[in-house]
């Protein structure tokens, strides 16, 4: 029996017809396995993973597979997004015992939950060095009949080592202006001039370190962090890893040049980085910087709303080809013979536009899209008709499958880049979007203790409880929405996520971990700081407890993010790429970060309004803006800000130190932007 059927995962449910007897993960399963003296299969994998899907039909789908694991294993199926902290935990076995790791995952397990086996894809039939699934299942089986000792022991080995693995944490100390300039150095070292991002191939958007870039520029005038920023923002929104036709990023890029994605789109990335383009448009103005901001959000809003409010995961790599076919790409991907059926006279045009050719840049002569550098000069208005006839062609072609599961973590990152953009390019629009994403972690994943549960889909709460990076990244989205709209009801909201935070997640030390401490209790309780996909929990908490702290003068978050940010002083200067966002928080720290406090007669007055647009648009790192009335309580900072003769004003203040206020924009322009 197959009990995935009412899971609300669509991961799972993807699996839910399969003939193999998956289980949700559950102690039930594990139950089940001692009862019945078998081993547990676990299989983890996500619902966009195009070698999850190959995995699936060639051997879960197969029913003599099938028929074997069902007499010889219990089958556990688990969604990597919906349960971050076994991937995170079984992922680390993979990693130490094998060198690496991705998905699908696949690990053996006693029925105590401890691994003794590892891989991630394995096909069919013995290929490139590799056993088959069905060879791999044999010898397993083998082992745990004949050789059970040797793997009770090899499991007891695996588990002692992974909960006996310390973080270098370092020391308790915030990092100084040395280890930013040697983190600094450092991604100088790794970085690609001529291809922009860092390191080879596969490429992935490196989100995090360029918001560290673009903050110490804004700090230390750095034009070398700068240009390492703008140019990868550049190449990347040329390359085929952007959407030409209709905004927003795949995963990544499987060659150096940003040219061929592999082709699926996350939500999380593309909060990211509409966020990190639109603060390069804040610092230097790229008109270039403000289309993708804006293109990116749009893609948000309409390719990833639900119905509920919130937005899905991502949308499919893979995509019927037309012929019943599922293939990566089919949806993205054009030839010039395409071309002339959709464009006619104008396809020779567009090929040279997007860089399309005989050739092909992908697979079987077919092109991703792509903005090369040109000589000449290419009239304005045909291209947009070009790109609108595409687009409408690309609409009929059958679409890539969406993942409807509502994360809170990347929701809260959501909120916050749709909150900023739409403050930053006068569309209130987005900035609804954001506060509709919001009311809706609010209704359904917040309990009355203010609990937050990880994912809802269809209007229906899951089951798994929120880990650090939920309650860290809904702060931060929060804590956007209260600089954007004064509404001080969202700095509360913030303050109740992270006071969880420092009763849950933190240790005696200042370390923090991935789950709170009355969290289900695995093998080992996962603690990782370092950057993955999305900024680590770790340093997301530091950051929103930073901010926090900044609106409320709340000593206890403040001294929490100082502590947190000992990782950073330790991680940054050795492996700056995969701390980016922890390197971004310690910019802020030391700016301030600075308090601004916008105050007027109304909310609607345009001199209130302006300075409120200038404080926003202020590069001066992590810098919390309070805007409201005179004389309101919504909001701390607001608090003894009185007008100036009776006129809107700001006050900035920063380190225990306030400059005189201000009522002219540009007076506080200069103040924000040193």
């Known amino acids: 029996m197959n009990r995935l059927a009412h899971e609300t995962s669509p991961y799972l449910l993807q699996h839910a017809d399969n003939p193999v007897a998956w289980w949700p993960w559950s102690a039930e399963a594990f139950d089940e396995a001692r009862r019945t003296n078998k081993p547990v299969l676990l299989s983890v994998g996500y619902s966009s993973c195009h070698w999850c899907h190959v995995m699936a039909h060639e051997s879960f789908e197969d029913h003599p597979t099938a028929d074997y694991l069902n007499e010889h294993f219990v089958s556990i199926k688990v969604d990597r997004e919906e349960r971050p902290d076994v991937d995170a935990v079984y992922m680390e076995a993979v990693q130490a015992a094998t060198g690496q790791g991705g998905w699908p995952m696949t690990v053996f397990l006693t029925p105590d939950a401890e691994p003794f086996y590892f891989g991630t894809y394995f096909p069919p039939a013995p290929r490139h060095g590799m056993p088959s699934f069905r060879q791999v299942l044999e010898g397993v089986r083998s082992a745990w009949t004949d050789r059970r000792d040797e793997v009770a022991e ?6 002692r ?3 006996q693995r310390e973080i270098d944490y370092g020391s308790t ?12 150095l450092g991604l100088t070292r790794e970085y690609d001039p001529q291809r922009g991002g860092f390191g080879g191939a596969p490429k992935f958007p490196p989100s995090m370190a360029l918001e560290f870039l673009l903050r110490h520029h804004a700090r230390t005038g750095s034009e070398g962090a700068l240009e390492m920023a703008r140019d990868t923002c550049e190449r990347m929104a040329r390359g085929g890893i952007y959407d030409q036709l209709a905004g927003g990023f795949a995963r990544y890029s499987v ?3 940003w040219t061929v994605p592999h082709f699926e789109k996350m939500l999380y990335d593309n909060a990211l980085l509409c966020r990190v383009y639109a603060h390069l448009w804040r610092s230097t103005g790229s008109e270039l910087a403000r289309r993708v901001a804006v293109e990116t959000a749009d893609f948000i809003v309409r390719e990833l709303r639900t119905n509920e409010g919130g937005f899905a995961s991502a949308l499919d790599a893979d995509s019927d080809d037309g012929s019943g076919k599922h293939v990566e790409g089919a949806y993205y991907v054009w030839t010039p013979a395409q071309l002339t059926e959709v464009l006619g006279d104008d396809a020779e045009l567009a090929a040279q536009y997007f860089g399309v050719t005989e050739d092909g840049t992908f697979e079987e002569g077919q092109s991703v899209l792509q903005l090369p550098q040109h000589e000449g000069v290419f009239d304005a208005a045909k291209i947009e008709s070009v790109k609108g006839r595409l687009l409408d062609a690309r ?18 990152l959501a909120i916050a880049a749709l909150a900023e953009t739409g403050a930053y390019f006068d569309r209130p629009d987005l900035v609804e979007a954001a506060v509709s994403a919001a009311d809706l972690l609010v209704r359904l994943h917040l309990d009355e203790h203010a609990k937050l549960a990880r994912t809802s889909k269809d209007g229906q709460v899951g089951a798994n409880a929120g880990v650090l990076e939920d309650y860290a990244d809904v702060a931060e989205g929060f804590l956007a929405l209260a600089s954007v709209t004064g509404e001080g009801v969202w700095l509360e909201f913030a303050g109740f996520l992270l006071d969880h935070v420092l009763a849950g997640f933190v240790d005696e030390s200042g370390a923090l971990y991935d789950t709170a401490s009355d969290a ?12 993955n996909a999305t900024p680590s929990g770790w340093t997301a908490a530091a950051g929103a407890l930073l901010s926090y702290a900044a609106q409320t003068g709340a000593e206890p978050h403040r001294t929490a993010a100082e502590r947190a940010l000992g990782v950073v002083k330790a991680l940054g200067p050795r492996v700056p790429r995969f701390i980016g966002w922890g390197l971004a928080v310690a910019e802020a720290y030391l700016d301030g970060p600075r ?5 007027g007669p109304s909310l609607t007055d345009e001199g209130t309004k302006a300075l409120h647009r200038t404080a926003l648009l202020g590069t001066a790192p992590g810098a919390v803006v309070a805007f409201g ?3 309101s309580d919504e909001l701390p900072l607001l608090a003894d800000r009185p007008l100036v003769d009776g006129g809107p004003a700001a006050y900035v203040c920063r380190n225990f130190t306030c400059d005189a206020p201000t009522t002219d924009p540009e007076r506080l322009s200069t103040a924000l932007n040193r």
Do not use: F, H, M
């Not at 289900?520 to 950057?531: A, G, K, S, V, Y």
């Open 154 to 159: 090899v499991a007891g080995k695996i588990t």
């Open 161 to 163: 080592d992974l909960s």
């Open 173 to 184: 100390e915030a990092p100084g202006e040395e280890e930013l300039s040697r983190a600094l």
């Open 255 to 257: 060659d150096r040049e």
């Open 395 to 412: 609409s009929q072609r059958p679409a890539p499958g969406r993942d409807d599961k509502v994360v809170a973590a990347w929701n809260g």
């Open 520 to 531: 289900e209790q695995l093998i080992r309780r996962p603690q990782d700081p370092t950057d």
């Open 595 to 599: 308090e601004v406090a916008v105050v």
């Open 629 to 631: 009335v005179a004389g």
